[in-house]
């Protein structure tokens, strides 16, 4: 087999629909007789619900239904868990609609259906709702300390989970070990903040019994099968389509959110079409949340500067609810130990409640807590000992002869933690020559001669990507020769029109042009996941490159029967099937296909074609032979994986800081990305790019300020920065490629990995920046006011 | 903007008004009410839903349009303001079946776009910029750029497509000029 497209540095497909204007997002979808909903959202972030009066509501022209918790009936059922952990004790979701009491500001109470959206929001100010405030827990301190209040007057403590891992003898090590210090980290809440929001179209269609729903989401699959139970619907008679999603980055993985029940239930009750969206003022207050947590970590190591153990404890803000279980902390505490050799490790963490929108995976989710910590040791055992930080990483690597490595710990999916591959050293290599590392300490001496602060940070991490448990794909050759593919992971931007035909285009020997690809639609493929935790490259990619190898074998198979040779002889190229070393012996591929399917009628040019060629006549026997498996040029598989394939990376960025102001410009940035093999380095690029960003922005200025009576002080983009260009510098990309030994295409996920590690170097480069002021940064994220108030602090500190 | 005189009494908002405008070269009459967004009836009544709401509070840019040939965000903007103006969407830039506007072609050839949602506001303003400056340098791009919000991207891309566009712009302004 050439390899031809894999690799390659393909256009996208997807593009000159994009381009046009003419994508189909959920609030695209424009149906007839269609009506529009408004959810009304709790004010307080804690609060007993007295009485929901909405008769005026109900009352106001144009309005087709009010909701409140005791419209539900049997639907007022917490949502389902996801994710259920032995160590999560006391598991607690979200409700369609309040009933009794909120437990966060923004929690669905009503949810209006009218006419539009205009006379929707109208009726949401005519419910009355009278609601008793109660004591509220802002922040993770405050759910912690003693006789706090509680978030859920039945969860003692507001603690959901606690879990313990340990790894060889990190407190005999710390004991006896000639270095040991102890830091507290801190890391505040984000939001992915997708440049569309979520959304919800439903359509009931009473006469072929059909519930079709077109949702911004990233899990269509479990949501169909989640409708179907709670509608007492046969699953094949509910439709979940996540059609063009306007990015996803984890928040779009939750299910339920209180709209996907809503406004399915609106349809059918109606009878007619139910649009709702979500606007940016709603996202901040109801589109799940993460990254706040508070490690206190031990940490001992030698004179050279080997790490010997880290003791880890950390408090993780889940907010209200767990809807996604502790996955979120269980990954922080897996990816803590980075690719690093650390032997001895203890990692315990308490998951509390707090009166905040809850909590699941967003883009890094979890990840970039524990590369800060991690890093942060690194970069402060060099200053302790007088090393260069990129010197200590290196003595602590895993060698490349090491792997399969053992971290020991039990991960997010259950399966032992084991990277299967990578080659850290060389990651590191590759990015100090990028950076000018060497090169820069001559520049830094200059410029801090001017008065100018610069100062370099590198950051490496390891990643676990492409978890099961499975996902599959459908691809088929149809008459005109294109091929036809499905699976069940949705795409919110990821190129998988492009990426997935790549695999199947070097398989059958055609133009990826020619693969046309259906992502996200429970109807097109009924088995899947979904597209999260970088999975959809390595989980799907796969399933689609097994099939298409199936279907290769069959296009061999009926070419051989009809051209009397051996399957072995025949290949596939340029879009023909033929016999080696006789091309003149040769179909089209669609011309196979038809061959594959014996009908008495067919129909087209291939169809055609095929008849005049008098190949093969009939024979005695089926026209279908067993060994076949069935018409056409078609095959299914499924790819599960064993466990997670562990792609990495090393950061590396010099930035400038202005101490007066607290700015800070990046004046130069390199991500060294080992995400195995790639398939398409404008996509992996792109995706490392966009990562990058939201790292800088996690980084350095996007922090959701909530006060003391949990309300969201920052709930709009005048006020919650999202960076814009001026605050991404040019991006440099290097790849390395250490294939994946566990899947049959070697790669690796890519999608997260650019937001892992920027907090951590953007740390290490403020500190090397501001050295002469004794700057040790243990928070993430900053921002110039807050960098400012920190130097301030140092500098009053160090006069008295 | 309204206020309730009881609970429950009909809200007084519901004027209607017969708004003219040219969108695309095409003319459209409709009957609005007054306080419809600009956004909300490119999307919803004329169905040219390739302008994209992304925050309805006139920062994100995904809403971006030309009115008069200037870009400004049709979420800040009632329909009625644009009475008898003319606007160009993203549609007015390539239909279906022709080739794809220069801007349009750089974001391709470059990567310039991944989920596709902030893209139009992109290539309008994309547009607008480049008209005012058709030889930016990279720091004039980069200002030009920064009323438009990427999540996906990191924008790296967007900057390189920009300076291809304005390559292919100057190009085919210059092959123009000699024919």
């Known amino acids: ?800 | 903007m309204y206020a309730f005189e009881e609970p429950g009494s009909p809200p007084q908002f519901c004027e209607e008004y017969d708004l003219t405008v040219t969108v695309n070269g095409r003319l459209y009459q409709r009957r609005v009410p007054v306080r419809m967004l600009l956004s909300d009836f490119l999307r919803h009544e004329l169905q040219l839903t390739g302008t994209h709401v992304g925050c309805e509070h006139g920062v994100c840019g995904c809403c971006t349009v030309l009115l008069n040939g200037e870009a400004v965000r049709s979420c800040l903007l009632l329909a009625v303001q644009v009475d008898n103006m003319a606007l160009t969407t993203i549609e007015g830039l390539a239909g279906s079946s022709e080739e794809l506007h220069p801007i349009q072609r750089a974001f391709q050839e470059k990567h310039a776009l991944q989920c596709g949602f902030c893209t139009p506001g992109f290539i309008m303003s994309v547009h607008a910029f480049l008209h005012e400056n058709p030889e930016p340098d990279e720091q004039q791009i980069r200002q030009g750029l920064a009323g438009n919000l990427c999540r996906c991207t990191g924008y790296h891309n967007i900057v390189e497509a920009v300076k291809l566009a304005a390559h292919y712009l100057r190009s085919s302004q210059s092959q123009r000029e000699e024919a």
């Open chain 1, 1 to 800: 087999m050439t390899t031809r497209w894999f690799g390659a540095p393909v256009q996208r497909s997807e593009d000159p629909r994009l381009l046009r204007g003419r994508g189909t997002y959920v609030d695209d979808i424009n149906l007839p007789e269609m009506l529009h909903a408004a959810v009304l959202r709790s004010p307080y972030a804690h609060a007993r619900i007295k009485r929901i009066d909405a008769s005026a509501a109900r009352a106001l022209p144009g309005v087709h239904l009010v909701l409140t918790a005791t419209d539900l009936g049997e639907l007022l059922e917490p949502s389902p868990l996801l994710v259920p952990h032995p160590a999560l004790t006391q598991p607690r979701t979200q409700l369609p609609l309040a009933r009794d009491e909120v437990h966060y500001a923004g929690a669905a109470v009503a949810f209006v259906v009218a006419e539009d959206r205009y006379l929707a929001e109208d009726a949401l100010e005519l419910i009355d709702v009278d609601y008793e405030p109660l004591p509220v827990v802002a922040s993770l301190e405050q759910a912690a300390a003693e006789g706090a209040p509680l978030v859920h007057a039945d969860v003692p403590g507001n603690v959901a989970a606690h879990l313990v891992q340990r790894v060889g003898d990190p407190e005999g090590v710390i004991a006896s070990a000639p270095h040991v210090l102890r830091e507290r980290f801190v890391m505040e809440r984000g939001s992915a903040m997708p440049m569309e929001g979520r959304g919800v179209v439903a359509r009931w269609d009473a006469h072929e019994g059909m519930l079709t729903c077109w949702m911004s989401t990233q899990g269509p699959i479990p949501i169909r099968n989640g409708l179907a139970a709670m509608f007492h619907l046969p699953e094949h008679k509910v439709r979940v389509v996540a059609p063009d999603v306007g990015g996803g980055f984890g928040t779009k993985i939750m299910m339920f959110y209180p709209e996907e029940i809503l406004t399915p239930l609106a349809a059918l009750r109606l009878g007619r079409p139910v649009k709702w969206i979500e606007d940016r003022a709603e996202h901040f207050v109801s589109a799940n949340q993460e990254r706040g947590q508070i490690h206190d970590v031990e940490y001992a190591f030698d004179d050279q500067g080997i790490l010997l153990a880290v003791r880890d404890i950390f408090l993780h803000d889940t907010g209200a609810y767990t809807p996604y279980g502790i996955i979120v902390p269980i990954i922080t505490a897996c990816t803590l130990p980075g690719p690093y050799r650390l032997r001895h490790y203890y990692s315990e963490f308490t998951v509390l409640y707090t009166n905040k929108v809850p909590v699941s995976p967003y883009r890094g989710a979890g990840r970039p807590h524990a590369v800060f910590v991690m890093e942060r040791i690194m970069d402060r055992i060099a200053a302790e000992l007088g090393l260069d930080p990129l010197e200590v990483r290196s003595r602590n690597f895993i060698r490349p002869d090491e792997f399969p490595w053992d971290v020991g710990l039990v991960y997010q999916d259950g399966g032992p933690t084991i990277y299967d591959s990578g080659n850290y050293q060389a990651g590191l290599e590759r990015l100090k020559e990028a950076l000018g590392y060497e090169q820069f300490r001559a520049e830094q001496r200059r410029a801090r001669e001017q008065g100018r602060y610069l100062g370099v940070g590198v950051a490496c991490y390891v990643e676990g990507t492409g978890i099961g448990p499975y996902e599959g794909a459908q691809v088929r050759v149809e008459s005109d020769g294109r091929v036809y593919v499905s699976t069940g992971v949705t795409t919110q931007g990821q190129a998988h029109q492009t990426t997935f035909a790549q695999i199947v285009a070097d398989q059958l020997g055609i133009d990826p042009r020619d693969v046309l690809v259906t992502t996200g639609d429970s109807q097109a493929f009924y088995w899947g996941v979904g597209t999260f935790a970088s999975r959809a490259a390595t989980v799907a990619g796969s399933a689609i490159h097994l099939a298409a190898v199936k279907v290769r074998q069959k296009a061999k198979q009926v070419a051989a029967d009809l051209f009397e040779a051996s399957p072995d002889d025949i290949e596939l190229a340029d879009g023909k099937v033929f016999v080696r070393d006789a091309p003149q012996r040769a179909l089209t591929l669609g011309q196979v296909a038809i061959a594959a399917n014996p009908l008495r009628y067919s129909y087209g040019e291939n169809a055609r074609k095929l008849m005049q060629m008098q190949l093969a006549g009939p024979r005695p026997g089926p026209a279908l032979p067993e060994e076949r498996g069935g018409p056409g040029l078609e095959a299914t598989a499924f790819y599960s994986p064993p466990r997670g394939t562990f792609a990495s990376g090393a950061h590396g960025a010099i930035v400038e800081v202005d101490p007066r102001t607290g700015m800070v410009t990046i004046l130069k940035y390199v991500a060294v990305h080992d995400c195995g093999r790639v398939i398409n380095p404008l996509v992996v690029e792109g995706q490392v790019h966009g990562g990058v960003a939201q790292g800088i922005g996690g980084a350095f200025y996007e922090r959701l300020v909530f006060n003391e009576e949990g309300q969201l002080l920052n709930g709009s983009f005048m006020d919650y920065l999202l960076p814009t260009v001026e605050e991404i510098p040019p991006l440099q990309v290097e790849h390395i490629e250490t294939p994946s030994p566990l899947n049959p295409l070697g790669v690796k996920g890519a999608g997260e990995a650019g937001t892992i590690p920027v907090a951590a170097l953007f740390a290490a480069a403020l500190d090397d920046a501001l050295a002469p002021f004794g700057l040790r940064i243990r928070e993430m994220p900053l921002d110039p006011c807050r960098l400012h108030k920190l130097l301030k602090e140092l500098q009053s500190t160090q006069r008295a």
